[in-house]
């Protein structure tokens, strides 16, 4: 298995642009390892004195959002090729707070996963159930559909250099993570579907994350897991406990 593991931090709508340089100042020591690709998505503002911040080290950025536009009367919003221009790598597209908070559904977030292929960014690509989905038992059923939608027309070559990152809603900010089991099962069909969608060796190489209270304590047990490639981490990403949830 030749699948690079990646750490990404999402820190949400955290950190002012000044303290957004301190953490980023703070955590350099403690997330060297040139094993793992580490990726901090930070909020916009933060987007170029971060990317300063992190020059000369191992570290990565990623955007939170973008819009599917290149450029014109879209007040208030950024594009693809502005934050490829800033230094941005990866995005994060369909996060449940996005897709809860500001409706983006599955028809807009395909257009988003095309449009950062098409500029050069990796998508971080979310997905993943309620706990009403998962106590009536469709979270499979649940995340097909969004994979299926988010991914249609994609070619496979990019899938395999996509991110995805299961994400169960009821783990996220919660404290409750999803057990090293459960968080297996759902990475291996996600798995199995984009071997079923594309192909084996497409499903070989794609990278899956999985995200919802991870940290310290639990990075390790999750990250042996077999289609566990790596974490998309919240609050934990926001503290120096980042730095051991890298070496995990
Ligand atoms: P959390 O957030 O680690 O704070 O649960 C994860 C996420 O929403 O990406």
């Given at each position: 298995?030749?699948r690079k593991?990646?750490?990404?931090g999402?820190w949400?709508?955290?950190m002012?642009p000044?303290?957004a340089?301190?953490?980023v100042?703070?955590?350099?020591?403690?997330v060297v390892?040139?094993?793992v690709?580490v990726?901090?998505?930070v909020?916009?503002?933060?987007?170029v004195?971060?990317v300063?911040?992190?020059?000369g080290?191992?570290?990565?950025?990623g955007a939170?959002?973008?819009?599917?536009?290149?450029?014109?009367a879209?007040t208030?919003?950024?594009s693809?090729p502005?934050?490829?221009d800033?230094?941005?790598?990866y995005?994060?597209i369909?996060h449940s707070?996005r897709?809860?908070?500001?409706?983006?559904?599955?028809?807009?977030?395909n257009k988003?996963?095309k449009k950062?292929?098409?500029?050069?960014?990796?998508?971080?690509l979310?997905?993943g159930e309620?706990l009403?989905?998962?106590?009536?038992?469709?979270?499979m059923d649940w995340?097909?559909?969004q994979?299926?939608s988010?991914?249609a027309?994609v070619a496979?070559?990019?899938v395999?250099k996509?991110v995805?990152?299961?994400?169960?809603?009821?783990?996220?900010g919660?404290g409750?993570?999803?057990t090293?089991?459960?968080a297996q099962?759902v990475?291996?069909?996600?798995?199995?579907l984009?071997a079923?969608?594309?192909?084996a060796?497409?499903?070989e190489?794609?990278?899956i994350?999985?995200?919802?209270?991870m940290?310290?304590g639990?990075?390790?047990?999750?990250?042996a897991?077999?289609d566990?490639?790596g974490?998309?981490i919240?609050?934990?990403?926001?503290?120096a406990?980042?730095?051991?949830?890298?070496?995990a």
């Open positions: 298995m030749s593991r990646i750490i990404a999402n949400k709508m955290n002012t000044s303290e340089v301190k953490l100042e703070e955590l350099k020591p403690l390892n040139d094993d690709d990726v901090y998505c909020p916009a503002i933060d987007i004195p971060v300063e911040a992190v020059k080290t191992n570290v990565q950025v939170e959002n973008f819009y599917i536009e290149d450029k014109g879209y208030g919003e950024i693809a502005m934050l490829v800033a230094g941005v790598k995005v994060i369909g707070e897709r809860d908070y500001f409706k983006e559904d599955d028809t807009f977030l988003k996963v950062a292929i098409e500029a050069g960014l990796t998508p971080i979310c997905c309620s009403e989905q998962r106590e009536l038992g469709v979270t995340i097909r559909l994979i299926k988010d991914l027309g496979s070559d990019d395999k996509l995805i990152a299961y994400e169960p809603i009821w783990a996220i919660t409750k993570t999803a090293s089991d459960q099962e990475c291996k069909g996600i798995r199995d984009i079923e969608i594309y192909d060796p497409t499903a190489a794609v990278r994350q999985y995200g919802g209270s940290n310290a639990n990075a390790a047990e999750l990250l897991k077999p566990i490639d974490g998309l919240g609050g934990a990403s926001l503290k406990e980042f730095g051991q949830v890298v070496n």
